[in-house]
């Protein structure tokens, strides 16, 4: 199974604005580029998400489900946690991508945190290298009104933004690899998120 944080990471978005038109210019929705970066540019903190999405692996397709959090104050960081059933057995994840590593924890397993340098890292500055921005339209969620926009990741994965248009949150990202599909649905913000790394003596060095 791929690992989750190398799809979860590419819809962490930031990235320069738009440029602006000029005098007399009509006012319209910003590009999409601009609405993908808008959480950075936002008074955004920190942010709760619920995940879901349906896998492919040997054994083959595997639903999941789980939740994570993204700190995007200095230094950024992310962590996030899922389970599913393969042959019968559930099966956990838990990855913390924080201080340019990431760490990730299975169970059933030995109990210890895996260490790794971070090449997509989750956080609120990992996206970059995206391409293929396009602007979708508007839509009334229940969490508010947002501007829903697409894009590539560097892989050239698909995902897709929808960032509310009052504050610049993220409301929800889905992302398209393969067989593998993913959505992130955001349903807290500022509630003064924490994330730490392992202690020194539960990790080992992948």
């Given at each position: ?42 008074n ?11 896998f ?44 340019g ?96 790394a ?9």
């Amino acid at each position: 199974m791929p690992t989750l944080g190398r799809l979860v990471a590419p819809l962490i978005a930031t990235g320069l604005l738009a440029a602006c038109g000029g005098p007399g210019t009509p006012l319209g929705p910003p590009s999409a580029r601009d609405i993908l970066s808008k959480p950075n540019q936002s008074n955004l903190k920190d942010a709760h998400f619920l995940v879901s999405g349906r896998f492919t692996n040997q054994a083959g397709p595997v639903n999941l489900k789980g939740d994570g959090e993204l700190v995007y104050k200095a230094p950024g960081a992310g962590r996030f946690t899922f389970q599913t059933l393969v042959a019968g057995q559930t099966v956990s994840f838990e990855e913390i991508s924080i201080g340019g590593s990431d760490y990730t924890l299975t169970q059933p397993g030995n109990g210890k945190w895996v260490s790794n340098a971070s090449t997509s890292p989750l956080g609120p500055t990992s996206f970059s290298g995206a391409s293929d921005f396009k602007y979708v339209g508007e839509e009334n969620l229940s969490a508010g009104k947002a501007w829903h926009a697409k894009a590539k990741d560097k892989d050239g994965n698909a995902f897709d933004g929808w960032i509310r248009e009052s504050d610049g949150y993220p409301l929800k990202y889905t992302l398209i690899q393969q067989s593998n599909a993913l959505t992130l649905s955001f349903d807290k913000f500022n509630t003064g998120v924490t994330i730490k790394a392992p202690p020194a003596s539960q990790v080992v060095h992948g």
